[in-house]
């Protein structure tokens, strides 16, 4: 499998969001838009608690890695886009993070229907910190 490729149900779950949050963003229903974008961000939580990328260290398993980050990378991207309403800093940070900067450009000149379907190549020179602290319950 390419690279590149989505997987099957992962480009599902990516065009059902995109459908039900640009559904919920017409009918001005931003609860139902931001769980959306939430629910995409905790698919992705399972999907790479599932592959454990972690675990591909081996040369042989480096193409299975690059085709695990693309499918987090795309899902990172349609995230931040959906999210950015409600979360415009941190979403931005995000998309320039994934190697999106232009994309984040495209969004703040109103450009999500086309922004939404164009394929990028990603790109992560560096650890950041994370967007947002991991809060803990006792």
């Not at 969001?17 to 640009?22: A, F, N, Q």
């Not at 559904?23 to 838009?33: H, I, P």
């Not at 349609?78 to 415009?88: D, E, Q, V």
Request: cysteine-free; hydrophobic content about 45%.
């Amino acid at each position: 499998v390419p690279i590149w490729i989505l997987e099957e149900n992962i480009s599902q779950n990516i065009q059902n969001v995109i459908k039900k949050s640009t559904d919920a963003f017409e009918a001005f229903e931003l609860r139902t838009a931001l769980l959306v974008g939430f629910e995409l961000a905790e698919n992705m939580n399972k999907y790479i608690d599932t592959k454990k990328p972690w675990e591909l260290k081996d040369s042989s398993q480096f193409d299975d890695l690059r085709h695990i980050l693309y499918q987090v990378g795309e899902s990172l991207r349609i995230a931040g886009l959906i999210l950015s309403p409600f979360f415009p800093a941190k979403m931005d940070e995000l998309l320039i993070r994934i190697g999106a900067k232009t994309q984040s450009e495209m969004l703040k000149a109103g450009l999500f229907q086309r922004v939404i379907v164009e394929k990028i190549s990603f790109s992560v020179r560096e650890k950041g910190e994370p967007l947002y602290m991991r809060i803990v319950l006792k």
